[in-house]
């Protein structure tokens, strides 16, 4: 026991730098690109906060920017209430007739193709000749969304004891109020990070935004792709900096919540 | 059904039972609540009571009677039904049959919050999100006591259970005992008219366990509260219980004081779990006086003395406990054994196990049977130890055998 597995051989500083450029050196070029001054993406001109501001000057992307986080803030919310229902619904309810066939019917969305649940959502919106906008693709994101909020709850649900809803109701609770007052507290730090990932999964969703969204409502990854194909502005990379500050805030609270969720169990909820 | 009928639980002969003394012989510290019982009513009644899981029988039909300020023992192999009974006393399991009786009410369908009693968990569920306090003061605020009577109590509790100072800490930041103390604090705090606890001692070490043990029954007795206790471990069950029922397959084997337990087990079964037996099957050959004369199946004769209750059937089983066996090198000088004063059976020491208080020998006899002796190390020197291969003449009085009918 006395060989450390931990130590810092040359070869594992080594893989771990080229992991890490691998996955980040083209972020970091993307940030730094973000405060170039010169209007040719490729060509370094100076240090310059210019394609910021010309960001915030830009009505439509701006449009677009409160769009998403209109329809992330919406279906986070409305996905995380349902996910977090359905995770009671499997980790504490009675084992109902045809039980794994629903819990195999929510996580469908995990693995299905994104261009399958779009298209599909859109035969159906046009079947129910709804309006295309900011409902549609708020409906859409929560059916995507809505098993990864399950996932992690349910998971959270599992590591809590069942005894311990018992000795509530031991101690005068009845089942509602054993759960309010003994399980929920407990798997709030999972309804939080699963409401983070939700949120983060609609904002940079563009496959099933672009099919249920419509004509006036581009949402800003939409927006993003379009402006692309006509060539990369400088402005496309300030945006996406913005939208990494975002993520990233965002992803560093859920795991702060999730860390606190397992100091005070026994395990954390998968992040 | 009632076990303290002389007709149910016959005593063997000469089992005086000196038993634990029956609380609450101080003054109690804080009394739980009485409510009027007539005199021959035992606090809790179960009758009949049975549950089944899918084809399983959990709980068969099974009736006892628990008298307030009792502490019950209700002890069994695993899957033996135990842990259901314990979960339909405190609600979490509801009976398909029978009643269960508390003081006069039939308890079997209430819910658990609204029942008297409370249960002490065997990994304790504390909550993880609350403080020691809260924990304690978590049922005494859905009881809708006010603040400084909750207080009051949880303080109380925290001095029960000496935990002085550790009240704002978490559950995560207590060693195992001290969190078995707010386990046992937080279901006392209640005052319920029966404590159930839940193989309460399971999850700590030895040492522990045995001081715990103690302090269980100190705090029992001075409360004078009824304690149901759920174990495996028979040595904590008869160090605690005044009383033990034993369980197998669902149902109540026996249900005695240890004493009793031990020395007169109703049947083979009772026999071979409580504490080591050797067992010869045999035939009731005649009766001599108050002895009888069993022909076992290798051979041998042996004499017992016949129980109280005179033995009916042909075909019994002479039970005799290891230290009961003694051993010499000669045989015992008298001729008692033509007289079945005594049992001698000779043999060869095949096995010789030092267990410092004790030494267990195991003795192979010339039909092949193993007669096991256990012998208290009484001496420093072993001069008197056998040894593995020697011959030695294992003889026992026909007093300490117990005669079993099935």
């Known amino acids: ?271 | 059904m009632t076990e303290e009928s002389p007709e149910i639980t016959p005593k063997a002969d000469g089992i005086a039972d000196p038993a634990k003394p029956e609380p609450p012989p101080q003054a109690p510290v804080s009394p739980a609540p009485q409510f009027e019982l007539a005199a021959d009513m035992p606090l809790l009644r179960i009758e009949g009571v049975g549950k089944t899981f899918g084809s399983f029988r959990a709980v068969d039909r099974l009736s006892l009677d628990i008298r307030a300020g009792e502490f019950f023992a209700l002890l069994g192999p695993s899957g033996c039904g135990k842990t259901t009974l314990l979960r339909m006393l405190a609600g979490f399991e509801t009976p398909d049959e029978g009643r269960i009786l508390l003081g006069a009410k039939d308890i079997a369908q209430v819910p658990p919050h609204l029942r008297p009693v409370n249960m002490m968990f065997q990994n304790y569920a504390l909550f993880p999100h609350l403080s020691v306090r809260d924990n304690i003061a978590f049922g005494l605020k859905r009881a809708g006591m006010a603040r400084d009577e909750i207080a009051t109590r949880v303080a109380e509790m925290v001095a029960l259970v000496k935990l002085e100072g550790m009240e704002k800490r978490k559950p995560d930041q207590l060693s195992g005992g001290q969190k078995q103390r707010v386990a046992l604090a937080r279901s006392l705090a209640r005052r319920p008219q029966v404590l159930l606890l839940d193989e309460p001692l399971a999850a700590l070490d030895k040492k522990l366990r045995e001081s715990t043990q103690l302090e269980l029954m100190d705090l029992q007795r001075r409360l004078g509260m009824t304690f149901i206790i759920v174990t495996h471990d028979q040595e904590e069950a008869m160090t605690m219980a005044s009383r033990i029922g034993v369980m197998d397959a669902g149902r109540l084997e026996q249900v005695a004081t240890p004493r009793e337990l031990y020395e007169a087990p109703h049947s083979r079964w009772v026999a071979e779990f409580i504490g080591d037996v050797n067992l010869f099957d045999g035939e009731v050959g005649w009766r001599e006086n108050n002895r009888l004369l069993v022909t076992t199946r290798e051979g041998v004769t042996l004499a017992v003395t016949e129980p109280r209750q005179r033995v009916t059937k042909a075909t019994v089983c002479v039970a005799i406990r290891p230290e009961k066996v003694k051993l010499s090198r000669r045989a015992p000088v008298s001729d008692a054994a033509n007289t079945h004063a005594i049992n001698r059976l000779e043999g060869v020491v095949t096995d010789v196990s030092y267990l410092g208080g004790l030494t267990a020998y195991k003795v192979k006899l010339e039909s092949g049977a193993v007669v096991r002796a256990s012998v208290a190390n009484t001496a420093r020197l072993d001069i008197d130890a056998y040894l593995a291969g020697q011959r030695v003449m294992a003889w026992f009085a026909p007093d300490d055998c117990m005669v079993l009918e099935q």
């Open chain 1, 1 to 271: 026991m006395t060989r450390r597995v931990n130590r810092i051989s040359p070869f594992n500083i080594t893989s771990l730098a080229l992991g890490l450029a691998f996955l980040y050196l083209p972020i970091v070029i993307l940030v730094i690109y973000s405060f170039n001054a010169s209007r040719l993406v490729t060509v370094w001109g100076g240090w310059s906060l210019r394609w910021y501001t010309e960001f915030f000057n830009d009505r439509a992307m701006l449009d677009a920017a409160w769009m998403s986080l209109r329809v992330a803030a919406v279906s986070a919310t409305v996905a995380t209430l349902l996910g977090t229902l359905a995770a009671i619904g499997l980790a504490r309810g009675e084992r109902f007739k045809g039980r794994s066939l629903f819990s195999g019917m929510l996580y469908a969305p995990l693995v299905m193709p994104e261009v399958i649940s779009g298209l599909s959502l859109l035969l159906l919106f046009v079947a129910l000749s709804a309006e295309r906008g900011f409902w549609t693709v708020t409906l859409a994101h929560t059916t995507l969304t809505m098993c990864f909020v399950t996932v992690v709850v349910q998971s959270r649900l599992a590591s809590i004891d069942r005894s311990l809803e018992e000795a509530a109701m031991d101690l005068g609770c009845d089942p509602v109020r054993a759960f309010l007052s003994v399980t929920l507290p407990l798997i709030v730090p999972a309804i939080v990070a699963g409401w983070m990932l939700a949120f983060t999964l609609s904002l940079d969703d563009v496959v099933i935004a672009s099919f249920t969204t419509g004509p006036g409502s581009a949402t800003l990854p939409i927006r993003i792709y379009s402006e692309v194909r006509l060539g990369v502005k400088p402005q496309i990379n300030a945006i996406c900096t913005m939208v990494i500050a975002l993520i990233a805030v965002v992803i560093v609270i859920a795991s702060f919540a999730s860390k606190l969720s397992s100091s005070q169990g026994e395990s954390a909820a998968p992040l």
